[in-house]
Each structure stands twice: as structure tokens, then as C-alpha cells.
């Protein structure tokens, strides 16, 4: 049988807004990706780290999520918005690295919106968070109709596709400059690291990681 604790631990990064926050917070645990990682001419997705065994997987967002749940990598950064869209029971999100702050917002048209909370009992919403999306109109007695997109949501209400939107907001400039407005905040969002419930009970490495990350954290609050 292989030992498990032989192999390289791979840890999953997300594309996009959070990384460039999140490799100064990476650095100071000791997880350091060697050079090629920020050559952006090289296209490779998993990458070596310097003074160490581990590995970095950079991948889609949404993606991270799902990589620590099943044990493709044991540990990550992600935002708390794909932590509670997926609710995966395999992950475990320990550490608030308190960066990559935004909010997931309800938004639609700033003219023309028939919407009023408490009133309407089916709604049709574009957003790349169905699950969060239904869970909250539900609360609220509304049954919520959801149109999956993976970007472009601002298109949505101006071409017919829905009548309101569920998206990332961090200034509302992009949301202004659509028509559109933000009316009701769904939850805070910061970036969180999460690692696998099962890594961490069965590898020292990744109990020791969250420590290090954990020390991080409440070092920079203070």
C-alpha cells in the first residue's frame, strides 16, 4: 500500500480577483510557487513550490472547491461564496484569510423593477450561484427560478433573460454602468482556506499548514 504521506500535498488556487491578494498570505506560510508560476507565456496548470514537496494547482474558482472535497489536492484558498454554493460535507474552512472581500448581491434593473421582497412568489434570476440563490429566496417564501450563466449577468435583465441578477459586487460601478442596481446583499464574502476533513485528520502536513496559516491570520489582526 502507498503511503500517502510519501506523495507531494497539492494545494488548489483560484484564477482571478483572489490570487494576487492571496500569494503574499501563501508566502508567509511557506507555500512559495517556483518562477514558471507567474510566467504568464507558460501555460501549465500544476506547478512546484520552492523549499518544499508541495505542489500548486491553479484552476477556475469553483473548481478549487471541488478538488479539496474529493482529496485531489488536500488543501486551498477559495472565497466563502463557492464554500457555501457547494456545501460539500468533505470541506473544512478553518482559516478566514481576511482578503478578497466582496458581497453577493440582488440586483436588477434601476428602472422598470417589479420586485418587492415579501411579494412577488416566483422570480427568475441569472446567476452562477444557483444554490445559494434558491436557499436565500426560499427563506423568504419565493420560489426562485434559476438561470445558470458563468459570466456576462448584467446582460440578463436588459435582453429578457431574467428579471434580476445574483452576482460578486465589490464597488457597483459595473452593476451602474449596466442600468442596473444593488438591492439587497446576500451574504459577505472573503477568502477562506479549506482543506479536506479527512487530509487533516489522516497527515500532520496538513494540520501543520493550517497552523501556520492560522498564525498568519491572527498575527496580521492584531
Known sequence: ???THSRPLTFAVPK??????ALPVMARAGVVPDSSFHDKADRSLSF???GSDMRVIRVRAFDVATFVAFGAAQ???VGSDVIEEF???ELYAPVDLDIGHCRLSVAEPA???SYAPGVASHLRVATKYP???KRWFEAKGVQA???KLNGAMELAPSLGLAGRIVDLVSTGKTLAQNGLIETEIMMQVSARLIVNRVALKTDPRVAALVERFRADAEQAST
Open 75 to 77: 488543501a486551498g484558498i
Open 131 to 133: 444554490g445559494i440563490t
Open 111 to 113: 428602472q422598470g423593477s
Open 145 to 147: 427560478e434559476c438561470v
Open 48 to 50: 512546484a513550490c520552492e
Open 87 to 89: 456545501n460539500y460535507s
Open 16 to 21: 482571478g480577483r483572489i490570487l494576487d491578494e
Open 1 to 3: 500500500m502507498t503511503d
